[in-house]
């Protein structure tokens, strides 16, 4: 038997036992009735182990105002990921002209233009507009799970184009943002491990634009502000980030005026499963069937047995 976790042996078997759906564009697949259970079941778990944070819920939309993005400086770093809703604004006689065009097979985008919403790339975006002005005293800790677009259209099926990430955020002091940073490596560690994958930790960087942006990937390297949690899926040599783990230090807090209770500007942390990922390791890992997953796996997804499960459609 070769090595089972290459990108084709991960797609095709995520495809034949139905899985996922292609659609035709890269990266956008669709999720079955058990690929979705999986997830949310991963989800409560998630949950589960996050329980003593007490923290705020709450649920955004797949796009963000593109204000937002220009507030956090995401073109200055990944231009290359960012995905812009386009809409028609035009007369009677341009709608006809655009119709036609895309009748003929050409190119349309031109005749379209910029909204005030990009979709989202990160899916605590939005969260930090709203934490604006003082914080009480333990600071404020927020839990969503949210679509994430990323322009990186590729066959291989742990790199999409648009995928879950469950999240949470804290905005404090710097000494409570890393300390809870911290403490949520080890559960993530912990969690990952009892559902028997083989993870480990890495101090990572973000993907930043160009040649400024490697320095900037560097520099976050050198002050450790980023930790991925990574598992073999698609390549033994090269796992896959299935949880990552970053220290924004202020930046989000001077751009968009969180303040301490002591008046400090803010800093803030945030931690992210990828949750698609999560699911495809899960089935790289135990076999195509749940059925045929290890029972101490299936007891914590599936705590009142298989038969509560979704099934199929
Ligand atoms: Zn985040």
Redesign the pocket.
Same mark, same amino acid.
């Given at each position: 038997m070769g090595d089972r976790f290459t990108p084709e042996a991960c797609h095709a078997g995520l495809v034949e036992h139905g899985l996922i759906i292609p659609v035709g564009a890269k990266g956008i697949f669709g999720r079955s009735a058990v690929f979705e259970d999986v997830l949310e079941r991963f989800n409560l778990l998630v949950s589960k182990t996050g329980a003593g944070d007490r923290a705020e819920s709450c649920v955004f939309p797949p796009v963000i105002d593109r204000k937002v993005l220009e507030r956090v400086k995401y073109l200055e770093s990944f231009p290359h990921l960012c995905g812009s809703v386009h809409s028609f604004t035009g007369n009677a006689l341009q709608a006809l002209a655009l119709a036609e065009r895309a009748r003929e097979g050409g190119d349309w985008s031109e005749m379209l233009t910029a909204t005030s919403v990009t979709l989202n790339p990160? !899916? *605590?975006?939005p969260v930090y507009p709203g934490l604006a002005g003082t914080l009480p005293a333990v600071g404020r800790i927020i839990s969503i799970i949210g679509w994430a677009y990323r322009h990186e259209p590729s066959d291989e099926p742990t790199r999409m184009q648009s995928f879950r !990430?469950r999240?949470f955020?804290h905005a404090g002091t710097p000494d409570q943002v890393v300390a809870w940073r911290d403490q949520w490596l080890e559960r993530g560690l912990t969690l990952l491990r009892g559902l028997q994958l083989p993870v480990a930790e890495q101090v990572a960087a973000d993907p930043f634009f160009g040649r400024a942006g490697r320095l900037m990937g560097s520099n976050q390297m050198a002050q450790k502000l980023k930790f991925e949690v990574l598992v073999p899926v698609i390549s033994s040599g090269e796992p896959t980030a299935i949880c990552s783990f970053?220290y924004h230090q202020d930046k989000f807090g001077e751009a968009f005026g969180i303040r301490t209770a002591d008046g400090e500007v803010a800093h803030t942390a *945030?931690?992210?499963f990828g949750m698609e990922r999560v699911v495809m390791a899960l089935f790289v890992h135990h076999g195509w069937h749940v059925e045929d997953w290890p029972a101490a796996v299936r007891a914590q997804l599936w705590p009142e047995g298989l038969s509560a499960r979704v099934t199929a459609p």
């Open positions: 990160a !899916v *605590c975006y !990430v999240e955020i970053n *945030c931690l992210g």
